[in-house]
C-alpha cells in the first residue's frame, strides 16, 4: 500500500517510562519504518528555549560575510562550516545549493581516541567571530542527543530486543549535528539543482529541525513518487539511515529524500546525526538475523560513516586526491 503522508508519534510515555505508551510507540515505529522510513515525533523532551537558541544562533552564523564564515572552515575533523558547493551527493549532478556548519561530541586534544588518531574526534571548530554559538548550539546538541537516547530504546522495543539494546553501543556517540542554510533557489534553476539532491542518510537515525518554509520531501516507494513533510509544529522529523537499515537487514527502511527551496525565501534546518560510537560493531544478527539470512557483514559503525561522508564531501575527495599525487 503506498504511503500517503509521514506518521506524527508522541513520546510522552515513553519519556514517563510507561510499559503501555512504549509497547505502542514501538508498533508505530515499526510500521513506520518498515513502510517510508520517516516519521515525526512530538512531545520528545527537547526544551523550546533550547531550539529557540539554536535557530537564532544558526540566522546570525549565516548571516556573516562568507569571507569571514570562511575563517571556521570545515577541518579535517569535518567540523565548522561548509560553502556553498562543498557537498554533492552521490549520483548528483550538481553540488547542493545550500551552506552548513557542522560539531560533534565536544572531546579535548588529549582525550584517548583524539590521540589515537580516530577519524572525526577532537574539539569543535567554534568560530572566533561569534562567541555566542557555542553555547547555543552545544546545549541544542546536548538536548538532541538525550531525546535520541530516549527514541532508541523505543526503537529497539519496535525490534524485539531490550529497551537498553543500543545504550552500550552509545557510550561515546558518533553524533553530529549540522546548522543548514538553503538560499532561495534562483527562479531558473534546473530540474537538476537541489537544496539537498536525493540521498539517503549514512547513520543510525536522524532528527531534524526545520523551519516552517517546507520543502523536504521523500520517496515513497511503492509508487514511486515524492511525498511531502511539511513542517509541523512542535516536531522533530525523524528518519532511518543507512546504517541502521544495515544493522536491521533491512527490515527498517532507509528512503531517498531530498529538499528544494522553492518558496522564495531563505531556509533554516538542524540535523542532528546521532550515531553510535566508532567501534560499536553493526551486525544484524544482533538484532534477529539468522546466519543463512544475513545480508551484510559486520562492520565498525565509524568506519562506515566515514566512508560515506568521504564520498559526499568535495573538500574531502579534494583533499585525498592531493595526498594520492602529493600535492600541497
Given at each position: ?212 518554509v517546507g520543502g ?80 551484510y557483514p559486520p ?30
Open positions: 500500500m503506498p504511503v500517503t503522508h509521514i506518521p506524527i508519534i508522541d513520546l510522552a510515555g515513553v519519556r514517563a517510562g510507561d510499559p503501555h505508551a512504549m509497547q505502542r510507540v514501538a508498533r508505530e515505529i515499526r510500521a513506520a519504518c518498515t513502510t517510508i522510513g520517516f516519521f515525526y515525533i512530538v512531545n520528545h523532551g527537547v526544551p523550546q528555549a533550547s531550539i529557540d537558541a539554536a535557530q537564532h544562533a544558526a540566522r546570525t552564523f549565516f548571516a556573516f560575510a562568507p569571507e569571514t564564515k570562511r575563517r571556521a572552515a570545515v577541518n579535517h575533523r569535518h567540523r565548522g562550516f561548509n560553502a556553498l558547493g562543498d557537498a554533492t551527493m552521490y549520483q548528483a549532478k550538481r553540488p547542493d545549493y545550500k551552506e552548513f556548519f557542522s560539531i560533534g561530541l565536544e572531546l579535548p586534544e588529549d582525550d584517548p581516541d583524539v590521540l589515537a588518531g580516530q577519524a572525526l574526534r577532537g574539539p569543535n571548530n567554534w568560530p572566533d567571530f561569534m562567541p555566542q554559538l557555542r553555547p547555543a548550539l552545544y546545549g541544542y546538541y546536548e538536548a538532541v542527543g538525550a531525546c535520541g537516547a530516549d527514541l532508541l530504546r523505543a526503537v529497539a522495543a519496535s525490534l524485539g530486543v531490550a529497551e537498553d539494546f543500543f545504550a552500550p553501543r552509545y557510550t561515546k556517540r558518533m553524533q553530529r549535528t549540522q546548522m543548514v542554510y538553503y538560499p532561495p533557489q534562483p527562479p531558473q534553476s534546473d530540474a537538476d539543482q537541489f537544496g539537498v539532491a536525493p540521498h539517503t542518510d549514512y547513520g543510525c537515525i536522524t532528527l531534524l529541525w526545520q523551519d516552517q523536504l520531501q521523500v520517496r515513497e516507494i511503492a509508487n514511486d513518487t515524492w511525498v511531502d513533510a511539511p513542517p509541523v509544529e512542535g516536531s522533530f522529523v525523524v528518519n532511518v539511515g543507512d546504517l541502521l537499515a544495515r544493522w536491521t537487514n533491512d527490515r527498517f527502511r532507509s528512503t531517498l529524500h531530498r529538499v528544494i527551496n522553492a518558496s522564495g525565501r531563505e531556509r533554516y534546518s538542524i540535523a542532528t546525526f546521532y550515531d553510535p560510537t566508532y567501534g560499536a560493531l553493526v551486525d544484524p544478527r544482533d538484532l534477529g538475523a539468522r546466519d543463512d539470512e544475513v545480508k562492520v565498525a559503525a565509524g568506519d562506515y560513516i566515514l566512508g560515506r561522508i568521504n564520498d559526499s564531501m568535495g573538500y574531502r575527495k579534494k583533499r585525498a586526491q592531493e595526498a594520492s599525487t602529493g600535492s600541497e
